[in-house]
């Protein structure tokens, strides 16, 4: 019985199984919360906040590829003064973010058209769901619109958004190189901030599934929507500085001029968006790029980040395997741990603050190797967990003490009223 006690009060003292030990509840408590991953709730309140704070370190980090050229052209108040779309306060008196006039999407995709070398892809963002009249009679631009997008002799592709249940032009619309998809986004409104930070993949209206226009541009190959909507599918935001953005693929017009200045070559296999950017557009988005800010984009600079994020994480984000998170978390732990000890070991006032030493070392481990496994290897790592888990136990070994206290105080207190 002495030797088991002794050994008892050896394993106490000895730091390194102390830390094995720790380890090894780390691993335990990480499975629990495996089991519950693919929960929509743990990832709005957990994984999402952790992706966009991580995000704020990469946003300012420039990121080019081969393909795609992403340009998006704009209808910004230059766009709309040069048309007469605006007041004397500089603002629409109709909603022309989201619902522009007929003539000006025709007078677009007439200029597309007469590129040198045409675009690969090309997105008009706009309310394209009712006509221009009423939902009976449809206006000469309607009718002028729908007789350019059957014109057959065009090869690239033009997406429209369905995103009604109704659409007057997908029964008018017979080209197939005319395609109507979605462009639905995910942003938390329990949270009340609104902010957008993933994509859905697919929309259902009319028992017909509409693949979001993120996965068509890049050109991933769906076949099971419901799978891919439980794997990862953030967008990784970029600032944008003026007509610079950080994603050196993607550049900024406002101006016809301005596409036809362009080298012709850069619109090879390129996509061209078509959207509004001004305040009275209905299409505007809140975004993270920043620890303690937010700030608004226009609904087709939230799609060009996407896609470039897609061909970032090759098709998709994919969170680490189960089996080297299990490693990371108990090697997180048996580290934090150890140098914890040791510190309290040589330093002995900083007992007191033996959880709080352990909990910042845990989240600065983790931090370090999530961001180096991100950037090296494209896989996800929330780092903000093994903190939270063990925040949660450390908490609850605090508060357990004094329940087991207030509980032996209540039973001697009725045994002395006895």
């Given at each position: 019985?002495?030797t088991?006690?002794?050994?008892?009060?050896?394993?106490?003292?000895?730091i390194?199984?102390?830390s094995?030990?720790?380890?090894?509840?780390?691993?335990?408590?990480?499975?629990?919360?495996?089991?519950?991953?693919n929960i929509e709730?743990?990832?709005e309140?957990?994984?999402?906040?952790?992706?966009?704070?991580f995000?704020?370190f990469l946003?300012?980090?420039?990121e080019s590829?081969?393909?795609?050229?992403?340009?998006?052209f704009?209808?910004?108040n230059?766009?709309?003064?040069?048309?007469?779309?605006?007041?004397e306060?500089?603002?629409t008196?109709?909603?022309?973010?989201?619902?522009l006039?007929?003539?000006y999407?025709?007078?677009?995709i007439?200029?597309?058209?007469?590129?040198?070398?045409?675009?690969?892809?090309v997105l008009?963002?706009?309310?394209?769901n009712?006509?221009?009249?009423?939902?009976?009679q449809?206006?000469v631009?309607?009718?002028k619109?729908?007789?350019?997008?059957?014109?057959?002799?065009?090869k690239y592709?033009?997406f429209?958004?369905?995103?009604?249940?109704?659409?007057?032009?997908e029964?008018?619309?017979?080209?197939k190189?005319?395609?109507?998809c979605?462009?639905?986004?995910?942003?938390?409104?329990?949270?009340?901030?609104?902010?957008?930070?993933?994509?859905?993949?697919?929309?259902?209206?009319?028992?017909?599934?509409?693949?979001?226009i993120?996965?068509?541009?890049?050109?991933?190959?769906?076949t099971?929507?419901?799978?891919?909507?439980?794997?990862e599918?953030?967008i990784?935001?970029?600032n944008r500085?003026?007509?610079?953005?950080?994603?050196?693929?993607?550049?900024y017009?406002?101006?016809?001029?301005d596409?036809?200045?362009?080298?012709?070559?850069?619109?090879?296999?390129?996509?061209?968006?078509?959207?509004?950017n001004?305040?009275?557009?209905?299409d505007?988005?809140k975004?993270?790029?920043?620890?303690?800010?937010?700030?608004?984009?226009?609904?087709?600079?939230v799609?060009?980040n996407?896609?470039?994020?897609?061909?970032?994480f090759?098709?998709?984000?994919?969170a680490?395997?189960?089996?080297?998170?299990l490693f990371?978390?108990?090697?997180?732990?048996?580290i934090?741990?150890?140098i914890?000890?040791?510190f309290?070991?040589?330093?002995?006032p900083?007992?007191?603050?033996?959880t709080?030493?352990?909990i910042?070392?845990?989240f600065?481990?983790?931090?370090?190797?999530?961001?180096?496994?991100?950037?090296i290897?494209?896989l996800?790592?929330?780092y903000?967990?093994?903190?939270l888990i063990?925040?949660?136990?450390?908490?609850?070994?605090?508060?357990?003490?004094?329940?087991?206290?207030?509980?032996?105080?209540s039973?001697?207190?009725k045994t002395?009223?006895?």
């Amino acid at each position: 019985m002495f030797t088991f006690f002794k050994f008892i009060h050896f394993l106490k003292r000895n730091i390194f199984i102390k830390s094995i030990l720790f380890g090894l509840l780390g691993v335990v408590t990480y499975l629990l919360y495996l089991s519950l991953f693919n929960i929509e709730y743990m990832r709005e309140t957990i994984e999402d906040p952790a992706f966009r704070y991580f995000n704020a370190f990469l946003s300012d980090k420039t990121e080019s590829f081969s393909k795609p050229n992403i340009f998006i052209f704009e209808v910004n108040n230059k766009y709309l003064k040069e048309r007469n779309l605006l007041d004397e306060d500089n603002r629409t008196n109709k909603n022309y973010g989201y619902f522009l006039p007929r003539k000006y999407i025709i007078e677009f995709i007439q200029h597309v058209d007469k590129l040198t070398i045409k675009p690969r892809y090309v997105l008009i963002d706009f309310n394209l769901n009712y006509p221009s009249n009423s939902l009976n009679q449809l206006s000469v631009d309607d009718n002028k619109l729908i007789a350019l997008l059957n014109d057959k002799s065009r090869k690239y592709k033009i997406f429209i958004p369905h995103n009604r249940k109704y659409n007057f032009l997908e029964n008018k619309v017979t080209n197939k190189n005319v395609i109507f998809c979605s462009t639905l986004l995910s942003a938390n409104k329990d949270e009340g901030d609104e902010i957008t930070k993933r994509f859905e993949t697919y929309e259902t209206i009319n028992d017909k599934n509409y693949t979001n226009i993120i996965l068509l541009l890049s050109e991933n190959n769906i076949t099971n929507y419901n799978q891919y909507h439980v794997i990862e599918n953030r967008i990784l935001f970029k600032n944008r500085i003026n007509n610079h953005n950080f994603w050196n693929n993607i550049h900024y017009y406002s101006t016809f001029n301005d596409m036809y200045e362009t080298s012709p070559d850069r619109y090879k296999e390129g996509i061209i968006l078509f959207g509004a950017n001004y305040i009275d557009s209905k299409d505007i988005h809140k975004v993270q790029t920043s620890i303690f800010d937010n700030h608004d984009i226009a609904g087709v600079e939230v799609i060009a980040n996407a896609v470039m994020s897609l061909y970032y994480f090759d098709n998709k984000l994919k969170a680490i395997d189960p089996n080297e998170a299990l490693f990371l978390i108990f090697m997180y732990a048996f580290i934090a741990k150890l140098i914890t000890l040791i510190f309290i070991k040589y330093i002995h006032p900083l007992k007191n603050y033996e959880t709080s030493i352990f909990i910042g070392l845990f989240f600065i481990i983790s931090s370090v190797y999530s961001y180096y496994i991100f950037i090296i290897y494209k896989l996800w790592f929330n780092y903000l967990i093994p903190v939270l888990i063990w925040s949660i136990y450390d908490g609850f070994n605090s508060i357990f003490p004094l329940i087991l206290g207030t509980m032996k105080k209540s039973s001697l207190l009725k045994t002395e009223g006895k």
